[in-house]
T-cell receptor, first 110, second 114 residues
């Protein structure tokens, strides 16, 4: 079993929809949780960074962490075609290696 | 530069050859990481440098893989006797000493072994 599980999709939704992306993890030592967006042939780009359980909002993006359930989510409101990308969850214990999920390929249809 | 720079962006090599991949991190970032991303997968950790020393090389798959960072800035990932299974995108990232939200990736080197 992988330390971080993420449904690879693909996920296709109409423009303007609310998107929900999720990851589960098994290592209770993880303290820092991140969501990255990766466009084709580009490196991952940090979208959201959270430490504690709860919600963190940044514009159209909301990251949610539930440490008791070992479950994290990313919500995208008013989705746009430019949001079409692969979304990767990642986590670690500090200034160390990140452990990534498989990534979810998302397409927003105009 | 403002970001993490990786060269070359693409590399095609023959099975059995030696390759070097270069990473130029963000100025002032003391931590540097190498990851490998296979098609349809998330990045997988290879090695982590804090300054000049390898703090964690547990992700290197075997002794054909080696990385250096002699002056605490630029790093080179070296692969000997390449195999077709080494084909992947090799990503470099750097961060300030505390990690955190300063963790920044380069665009990667796409290695193809034919």
């Amino acid at each position: 079993q992988k330390e971080v599980e993420q449904d690879p999709g693909p996920l296709s939704v109409p423009e303007g929809a609310i998107v929900s992306l999720n990851c589960t993890y098994s290592n209770s030592a993880f303290q820092y949780f991140m969501w990255y967006r990766q466009y084709s042939r580009k490196g991952p780009e940090l979208l959201m960074y959270t430490y504690s359980s709860g919600n963190k909002e940044d514009g159209r993006f909301t990251a949610q962490v539930d440490k008791s359930s070992k479950y994290i989510s990313l919500f995208i409101r008013d989705s746009q075609p430019s949001d079409s990308a692969t979304y990767l969850c990642a986590m670690n214990q500090g200034a160390q290696k990140l452990v990534f999920g498989q990534g979810t390929r998302l397409t927003i249809n105009p | 530069g403002a970001g993490v720079s990786q060269t070359p962006s693409n590399k095609v090599t023959e099975k059995g050859k030696y390759v070097e991949l270069r990473c130029d991190p963000i100025s002032g970032h003391t931590a540097l990481y190498w990851y490998r991303q296979s098609l349809g997968q998330g990045p997988e950790f290879l090695i982590y440098f804090q300054g000049t020393g390898a703090a964690d090389d547990s992700g290197l798959p075997n002794d054909r893989f080696f990385a250096v960072r002699p002056e605490g800035s630029v790093s080179t990932l070296k692969i000997q006797r390449t195999e077709r299974g080494d084909s992947a995108v090799y990503l470099c990232a750097s961060s300030p000493v505390g990690g955190g939200d300063g963790y920044t990736f380069g665009s990667g080197t796409r290695l193809t072994v034919v």
